[in-house]
């Protein structure tokens, strides 16, 4: 079994700050890409930031304010998130895309998602 827990998240003003943090625990060899997704009510779940073997990938709207970083021997992935606006509030989750056995099948796991709400 694989867990994402994401402790973090809360309520902030417009242009403030905020950490989001995201760790994987249980049956994994290894784990192909960390990231961030984020949605609000009605919408799809929409890409946010996604770091694969060191390549970075950040969606357009938040590039510049958002930076992702991950440390690969803890399993975890964070966003540090700045120059925070209201369109930003959403529900964020955690994402990866883990393989649990030497030369197994990759799997894709959810956290449980945070809410991020911005006050303007």
């Known amino acids: 079994q694989v867990q994402l827990v994401e402790p973090g998240g809360g309520l902030v003003q417009a242009v403030g700050s905020l950490r989001l943090s995201c760790a994987a625990s249980?049956?994994?060899?290894?784990?192909?890409?960390m990231g961030w997704y984020r949605q609000t009510p009605g919408k799809q779940r929409d890409f946010v930031a996604t770091?694969?073997?060191?390549?970075?990938n950040v969606e357009d709207s938040v590039k510049g304010r958002f930076t992702i970083s991950r440390d690969n021997a803890k399993n975890t992935v964070s966003l540090e998130m700045d120059s925070l606006e209201a369109e930003d509030t959403a529900v964020y989750y955690c994402?990866?895309?883990?393989?649990?056995?030497?030369?197994?099948?990759?799997?894709?796991?959810w956290g449980q998602g945070t809410q991020v709400t911005v006050s303007s």
């Open positions: 994402n990866a895309v883990i393989r649990r056995a030497v030369g197994g099948p990759m799997f894709q796991y």
């Open positions: 249980g049956s994994i060899f290894s784990i192909e890409t």
């Open positions: 770091i694969t073997d060191g390549r970075i």
